[in-house]
């Protein structure tokens, strides 16, 4: 059973953009569903794959490598931009460090970026205290046989959706139940590249983390605002969600805030060509 989803709507007049979604480490675009039926139903076409390494067969994860999550990217991007005059990015946690990825590749095509709970660092509360070894893990054959188990909070502070989050992940069904180390080794070398080209980012771009975020720290989103060049940039902290913000306590707030992000953006270009006719 595939769990990727294309959302389109039939009447062209109806659609004001694309937005390509990307989901987390060992996650599927299971975890995007909700928000991206929000954004269809607000006029967007919405696309969700799972990335390489992930979906029906999770073995694969193990032998992935950030180039290929990184081509996957670039490659639907660009099928996407051959079709639609406006494309934004979205992605959550890896899906974000590919959606700024992506803007630093495409600098003068990307429309807009929604980044959510970024993860360039691992660096959240729910670690363990030895987490300071986890380098050491990484940069040995370790990570060939080690994997992090994924437990309490699940990235979700709302005690209800983490029940039924929790069964849906020991079914298997829509995401792997622990972090392969080898997977986690090519995340943190993926955010070391994105890091070093943040400059190359021109963007407009709306950043959303939580302060209390389990798997990474809010560091990340403010590397990524201090060393972007976008002009058009915002930053935004939730105070009451973990990791998974699309969602937990504030999702609500997260969906209404990118469909304003999104509906500005579309404005804001038919504002400009509206100028140029008079």
Known sequence: MSLDFFLKHENKNEIKGAVLLFHGLTGSPFELKKYGQFLYNNGYDVYGECLPGHGEKFEEIYT??????????????????AGYS?????GLCLGAVLAIAVAEKFPNEVDGVISLSTTLYLDGW???WYKFLIP???STIIRCYYNYPECEPHGIKNLKTRSVVKKLLAKGDVGMNDFPMTGIYELVKLSAVVRKNLKKVISPILLIHSKE????SVKSAEIVYSNISS?????????DSYHMV?????KEFVFNKA???LDNHVSLEQNIKETVCI
């Open 64 to 81: 992935v490598k950030y180039q290929d999550w990184l081509n996957f990217a670039y490659t639907r991007f660009k099928d996407l931009k």
């Open 86 to 90: 406006k494309v934004f990015i979205s």
């Open 126 to 128: 729910r670690l363990p």
């Open 136 to 138: 050491i893990g990484l």
């Open 213 to 216: 975020d389990d798997l990474t």
């Open 231 to 239: 002009e058009d940039k915002e930053k935004i902290i939730l105070y």
């Open 246 to 250: 699309l969602y937990d306590n504030e």
């Open 259 to 261: 469909v304003s992000f």
